[in-house]
């Protein structure tokens, strides 16, 4: 079996574009794989023009690590979001391929269930206006949905420092959303790496009443002392990772113990073959893995069968119950969420179906996603809203 085509589709959402990714072998047999790229949807589809003639094509689907190697190592370029999300499209979609092949889901390939239920939190459920009252009503809609665990980032436009009627007012925010879920919900709080060490520490301490189940990329990715620093003066859990893309850049991370709870993107770090791997490292650490899940339904499904055999999994991410109802349409047998969790997924490899006739009535859209700009937490909701009008 070899692989004969890949063909990427990309389809426009509210306010993300997500690019799937179609493999077909020689015998028929075909995969998919999806990432949504956060505003560089063009510098991947211009990687896999090159790449895919000289790395993918003719290729065993079988063999994971011969296409990582071609693909990272023979560029001899230092991979990054562009390569690795490359990879990592055309990795799930050779699992997808393998599953279909051997007619058994991905996770029995990866070792077999650990778990019957996968815990998940929503995402995406906040675009209200940033008053207290609004967000408990819905945090309160997000809960009747079937979560048990709910994540915000109640930080406005913050960068650097927070004045302190801004601070008051994030405070206000995430206890209503405490308020909101219950006592026995969750409750994470994203900080998109917004402020210096000693500002993050101080929001994290105002924050200790609500039991946050962690503070989320206190500081910029960059600097993993500064991350430590936090860490160590905080009393909360410390989660981190979307924005690493090479596994080898989390050694630093684990050594300095610097986060508790590690976030990789599957759609942006390899795949699943690698995320496997990071997850493995991260267990001698006693470190958790949530992973980062910005995506639609096949990334979705993707992570679902990493998450059913990861030994040191936590919790996934989901936003696809608080958007355009098509987006889940896309690409139909992602279970849905109850009580809290999913089932494990049914059927063959990813068991996803993509629906390409769907996908081509939702083109590509203009979207610049900035997390610093007024309004951002509403995702398009107000651009939606004037479409309609």
């Known amino acids: 079996m070899k692989i004969a085509e890949v063909r990427p589709l990309v389809m426009g959402d509210a306010w993300r574009n997500l ?3 179609v493999v077909r072998t020689d ?6 794989g999806e990432v949504r790229m956060v505003n560089h949807t063009s510098a991947l589809l211009g990687y896999l023009e ?3 003639p000289t790395h993918v094509i003719g290729a065993d689907p079988f063999a994971f690590e011969a296409l990582a190697r071609r693909m990272i190592r023979d560029d001899y370029a ?3 979001q562009i390569a690795m999300s490359a990879l990592a499209v055309l990795d799930m979609a050779c699992w997808d391929i393998v599953g279909k092949a051997l007619g058994q889901p991905v996770y029995r390939l990866l070792g077999g269930p650990i778990r019957e239920r996968i815990a998940t939190y929503a995402n995406g459920w906040y675009t209200v206006e940033r008053t207290p009252e609004e967000f408990n009503a819905a945090a309160k809609r997000a809960v009747a949905k079937g979560y048990r665990a709910v994540k915000l980032d109640p930080f406005g436009t913050a960068w650097q420092e927070l004045p302190p009627s801004e601070l008051r007012r994030a405070v206000a925010l995430v206890e209503a ?3 909101g879920v219950g006592p026995d919900g969750e409750v994470f709080v994203e900080m998109h790496g917004r402020f210096t060490p000693a500002q993050a520490i101080a929001i994290a301490r105002e924050l200790e009443p609500y039991r946050p189940g962690w503070i989320e990329e206190p500081v910029p990715p960059d600097n993993v002392k500064a991350l430590a620093t936090v860490a160590r003066h905080v009393n909360v859990p410390v989660a981190t990772g979307e924005r690493i893309h090479v596994r080898h850049e989390f050694r630093e991370l684990f050594e300095l113990a610097a986060a508790d709870v590690i976030q990789p ?8 073959t ?3 791997k990071l997850a493995s490292w991260a267990e001698s650490y006693y470190v958790m893995v949530a992973p980062h899940n910005v995506g639609g ?3 979705t499904a993707a992570a679902l069968h990493f998450a059913a055999a990861a030994p040191n999994f936590k919790i996934l991410e989901y936003f696809n119950d608080f958007t355009a109802p098509f987006v889940k349409d896309a690409a139909p047998g992602v279970p849905d969420v109850t009580d809290g969790s999913f089932p494990l997924p049914e059927g063959p490899g990813l068991g996803v179906r993509l629906d390409e006739d769907l996908i081509a009535e939702h083109p590509r859209r203009p979207i610049h996603l900035n997390l610093f700009g007024d309004g951002w937490h509403l995702r398009g909701r107000e651009r939606v809203a004037s479409e309609r009008a």
């Open 177 to 179: 959303v405490r308020d």
């Open 265 to 272: 993107d599957l759609t942006m770090m390899g795949g699943i």
């Open 297 to 299: 339904p096949v990334s």
């Open 274 to 276: 690698e995320t496997r």
């Open 50 to 52: 090159e790449a895919v």
């Open 27 to 32: 015998d028929g047999l075909e995969g998919v």
């Open 19 to 21: 690019t799937f990714v």
């Open 78 to 80: 230092r991979a990054g």
